[in-house]
C-alpha cells in the first residue's frame, strides 16, 4: 500500500505581540474616528475586544499617550483626544511649508511621477465611489506623499512621515462634516497633476497652497457652523 501523505505541521506564522495588536486597534480606531475625541478608553474593554490580558492593554495605551492621541487617567482608563483648532493650525502650517518646496523641487517631473499622481488620483476616485472615508483619506494623503518624496530630501519626507496619523484623523473629520469636499479635493488634485504635469512651477504651488489652506478655513467653518 502507498504509504500515507505526511502530515503537515502546524502554521509557523506567529502573531504580532499582543500590544502590537492592541495598538494596532486602538489607533485605527481613532484614526478612522470609530473612537472619537472624548471616548473613554477602558482597560478591561479594550482587552477584551483584542482578546489579550490587560498587561498589554497598558503597554499599547502608554504608546499611544506618547503619539498623543489618548491621555491616560489612572484608573479611569484612556480619554481619546479630539482634534483641536491649535493642532489643525500647526499641522497646515508644517504642511504648507513641506509642500510648497516639495512641489516646486518635483517640478519638472519625471514621467514616472506624473504617472503614479495619475494612479493615485484614479484610486482616490475609486474610494470615493465606494464611500470608505477612511481610505479616501488614505489615498488623499499617499497623492501628497508621492510629491514630497520626489522633492529628494530624505530628512524633509521623513519629517512630513511624522503627520500621518494627525493628517488622516483630520481628513476623516472634515469630509464627515463636509461631504462636499470629497468631489472637491479630487478636483483640486486634478488641477495640481495638471500643473506638474505641464511644468509649471508657479502654478503647481498655487495649487497645494490653496488645497492645504483649505483645510483651516474648513475647520473654522465647521466650529462657527458654517462652511466658508
Known sequence: MPAAP???????????????????HI??????RHYEGGTLLTEGDLADAVGVSRTPVREALLRLEVEGLIKLYPKKGALVLAVSAQEIADVVET??????????????????????LEQ???????RALEGDLAEVAV????????????????ILSRLYDQLRDRQLRMGVTIMEAHPDRIAKNITEHAEMLEAIRSGDVEGAARCVRRHVSRVKVLVRGEERGEDR
Open 6 to 24: 505526511p502530515v503537515p505541521p502546524p502554521s509557523t506564522v506567529k502573531q504580532p505581540p499582543a500590544a502590537e495588536r492592541v495598538y494596532t
Open 27 to 32: 489607533k485605527k480606531g481613532v484614526l478612522d
Open 95 to 116: 504642511r504648507l511649508l513641506v509642500e510648497e518646496f516639495a512641489v516646486r523641487r518635483a517640478v519638472p517631473a519625471s514621467a514616472a511621477l506624473v504617472a503614479r
Open 120 to 126: 493615485l488620483l484614479e484610486e482616490q476616485r475609486q
Open 139 to 154: 489615498a488623499d494623503r499617499c497623492f501628497h506623499v508621492e510629491i514630497v518624496r520626489n522633492a529628494g530630501n530624505q
